[in-house]
């Protein structure tokens, strides 16, 4: 699909001059809550994303935000810095299976990209092997809002968290071993041209702390095991993929993309968020928004600029 100059420029407005995404996401809202307390307000989490924005997104190719507590922080950001902003509400309807996506009721892609956006990110919780018909009306609300952005000339990011129905527990051990097929197949699924996706924001497709020498329990695969299924993820797609964190620490992440560059896995960069900041939201309800700041501008900023030390060595070029 030949992407339109207005689109290719939005697309390179969102990643650096290397040609891939260094990006820091904070579109969190239920669990950015559940990290900085229930009790938190709206002026408190939208005070703590500017926070985050104003320190961080000097080194980081674009930000994602979310419409609801994140407009303070896209002003507070780095001219330099993208922007990226989130079209669907928090969680997912949980009256029936199958973890169904919902819109934010307020806004369309025209009034986000009105409103600065140079792309826009929808997520979809997916389990490949659900045959309950769930699957087919998630590729229809795929489908609108691919087709939303092509009207609108503005890059669609599809970020994919994989799950299995009859697996409550995705960070165990029983995920861990299928989660490869469950994160590849996903992957090859949105990558049809039908949905219209410019960039797939991704898990890597195994969990790290199962493979033999990374994490310190029982494994679930050998070190050449994983190294095969990061080569089979990126060979399974033709459209540009970023990592997420998944909420990892920003070693094992940092090692994670090592590992992947080593396996000769060609992503494209990252949308990193909670292993960026998330010292920053403990600290800012228990000792304050100074106390925050502070731990930003040293553990936050020698994060980033670790992980984008990192990224110069691991990531490849988009191709845009």
Known sequence: ???????????????????YFSALAIDQR???KRMMGEDTSKEQIESF?????????????????????????VESKDESCGLLVAY????YDTTERGRFPSLLPDWSVKK???KGADGIKILIYHDIDDHSGVNDRKDVFVERIGSECLAEDVPFFLEILTYAEEIPDTKGKD??????HKVIESMKHFSDERFKVDVLKVEVPVNMNYVAGYGEGEHVHSKEEAAVFFK???DVSDIPYIFLSAGVSAALFQETLQFAKDANAAFHGVLCGRATWSGAAHLYKEAGEKAAGEWLRKEGK???TELNDVLKETASHSGY
Do not use: F
């Open 1 to 19: 699909m030949r992407n339109s100059e207005l689109k290719t420029k939005r697309l390179k407005k969102l990643m650096n001059e290397q040609g």
């Open 30 to 32: 239920g669990a950015l």
């Open 49 to 73: 994303k500017k926070l985050v924005s104003e320190n961080l997104t000097p080194h980081a190719s674009a930000i994602l935000l979310d419409p609801e507590y994140g407009w303070p922080a």
């Open 88 to 91: 669907e509400k928090t969680g």
């Open 112 to 114: 986000l990209v009105e």
């Open 175 to 180: 995920y861990a071993k299928v989660k490869p």
């Open 232 to 234: 089979e993820q990126s």
């Open 302 to 304: 020698n994060n980033i």
